[in-house]
């Protein structure tokens, strides 16, 4: 785990929104860096909250043990809830759209609630409903979503950790299809550890030559202004896709096995 993931894990930053793309097969990492996040806030006597799918919520408990806080007393007494990703995302919706005022009644009243049980001591909140959206083809209503939670992110002193299943290796992790996500976010939290950084390095040196580090610079201030922060080889992956797509293709192919052979 990188300083920079650990500090985002770590530190309260109340408003912060920041986001991990994950593997839909293996949820090890993200279940890791969810118990990291929780377990340090419900140190600190603050509230936590999971939104999650049944696979990710019935693996967090132990996520939070593996990171060295037992949970079973704040599970007892509300200070850390575990909710259902679909069933309180049906409660959201109307015509298929997140609705602002059932988003404040259920949302807000959840955080309200948790708030005052804690004493105000902050919040940390996770929330896969945005990534239900999104596998679902339902883009427009997970950015929906997350206009919403930001804008209450905005009114209260909690922080907010998102998911989604896209594959960083994919088709699906190009610019254009994932410019309204990382914009309403404020940090991309890394979707492997440091192979995933080394397998993209090896791919680039391999299909580029001696032009890979030239690129790694050009690819090192990838982004748009409005965007998240993004970690050194989603940044690269990202910049290829939109201004080398002739090589793109195998350096991601590469990267890809490079990696999975070092999992």
Not at 120 to 144: D, F, H, K, P, S
Not at 203 to 212: C, I, K, N, P, S
């Amino acid at each position: 785990m990188s300083d920079a993931t650990w500090e985002l894990l770590v530190e309260a930053r109340p408003h912060s929104h920041f986001v991990q793309l994950h593997d839909a097969t293996d949820a090890t990492a993200l279940l890791a860096n969810i118990g990291r996040y929780l377990a340090e806030g419900l140190v600190r006597g603050e509230g936590a909250v999971v939104i999650a799918t049944e696979a990710h919520r019935a693996g967090v408990p132990a996520a939070v043990a593996d990171a060295g806080f037992a949970p079973e007393a704040a599970l007892r007494d509300g200070r850390l809830v575990l909710l259902d990703a679909h069933e309180t995302l049906d409660r959201l919706l109307v015509d298929g759209q997140p609705n602002p005022q059932r988003f404040t009644e259920v949302i807000g009243s959840l955080m309200r609630t948790l708030g005052a049980r804690t004493g105000r001591r902050g919040i940390r909140a996770y929330g896969e409903m945005v990534g239900v959206l999104w596998t679902a083809e339902r883009y427009a209503a997970a950015i929906r979503l997350e206009e919403l939670w930001n804008t209450l992110l905005a009114e209260g002193s909690f922080e907010l950790f998102c998911a989604y299943p896209i594959d960083v290796f994919g088709e699906g992790f190009r610019p254009d299809d994932v410019d309204a996500l990382l914009a309403t976010h404020t940090h991309l939290l890394p979707a492997g550890n440091a192979a995933l950084q080394r397998a993209v390095d090896r791919a680039m040196d391999e299909v580029l030559g001696r032009h890979a580090d030239g690129v790694r610079e050009l690819s090192d201030c990838a982004g748009r202004p409005s965007w998240a922060a993004l970690p050194t080889a989603e940044a690269a992956i990202l910049w290829l896709r939109a201004n080398l797509p002739a090589y793109a293709d195998e350096i991601v192919a590469r990267a890809r096995r490079y990696y999975r052979a070092a999992a």
